[in-house]
């Protein structure tokens, strides 16, 4: 008899051994996914450190180089000058803060009716010195019908990146081209240039990130460009498309819900 207690108060402490050796294994698993969680989480934020810093330190120095170089420019057009570059690294810190800002918390777009031809209209007034310093000839064809919607915000980052890109590309006297077209419930937004063109292997890089290459006049661009449009361009429903040869320009389509 005592035998037989002396069994189950071992076996009873067993069981209860073996569930608390149990209860500590899977307290010590979820110890460690929280921490491994937590070390990818802080490995991820300082590599967007890293890249923030990386795309400032590039991109911002090119503009503010022009700036301090700016005593060759004339009387007349140092006003235009110094906005032109302004605006420059506007775009630069807008670029850069928005794409953080969509890392570290992620962001929702806002849909509205949104007219393509008036955002494009005051997209191509903030370039004027730079279209009007290298004398391109800069058509907007897009019909005052070319209405979509999606989120205003969104859509004028990719188009603001994609028409700085054309400028950039394109020689004194060059052409660019902004046309809309409406069908099958998506509209297709093309900026389209006769500037340098790129080769196939060129246009899958172009996507990635960071990659900048100087324009026609050595110009610096964002480093995060298409890869940050293309991102926008995914969070509504949109994508973009490259059409180049090199020597014959390039065609850029941004594809949108309408």
Same mark, same amino acid.
């Given at each position: ?11 009873a402490?067993a069981v ?25 989480? *802080?490995?991820?934020?300082?590599? *967007? ?64 009716s ?31 019908? =070319? ?32 046309? =809309? ?11 389209r ?12 890089? *172009? ?24 991102d ?20 850029v ?6």
């Amino acid at each position: 008899m005592v035998l037989f207690i002396g069994a189950l108060l071992g076996a009873a402490w067993a069981v209860n051994n073996y569930q608390k050796k149990k209860k500590l294994s899977e307290i010590l698993t979820q110890q460690n996914t929280i921490i491994s969680q937590q070390a990818v989480s *802080l490995q991820e934020s300082n590599q *967007l450190k890293d890249k923030i810093f990386s795309l400032l330190s590039h991109d911002l120095r090119a503009p503010l180089n022009r700036l301090i170089s700016s005593s060759n420019q004339t009387a007349e057009n140092i006003h235009f000058f110094v906005q032109s570059e302004l605006k420059s690294l506007q775009d630069i810190l807008n670029n850069v803060l928005y794409w953080a800002s969509m890392q570290l918390k992620g962001a929702t777009p806002v849909y509205t009716s949104v007219p393509i031809k008036p955002l494009t209209d005051s997209l191509l007034e903030e370039y004027r010195y730079m279209i009007e310093e290298k004398d391109l000839t800069f058509l907007n064809t897009i019909d005052k019908t =070319c209405i979509v919607n999606t989120d205003e915000n969104y859509l004028k980052i990719i188009l603001r990146n994609l028409i700085s890109n054309a400028i950039k590309f394109t020689p004194e006297k060059g052409f660019i081209h902004l046309e =809309c077209k409406l069908e099958d419930n998506t509209a297709s937004i093309t900026v389209r240039d006769t500037g340098s063109g790129i080769g196939p292997q060129e246009i899958e890089r *172009l996507f990635q990130f960071p990659v900048s290459r100087p324009g026609t006049r050595k110009e610096q661009g964002l480093g995060l460009g298409l890869g940050l449009s293309l991102d926008i361009a995914k969070k509504i429903s949109g994508d973009i498309r490259i059409q180049s040869q090199p020597g014959k320009g390039t065609q850029v389509t941004v594809l949108i819900p309408a």
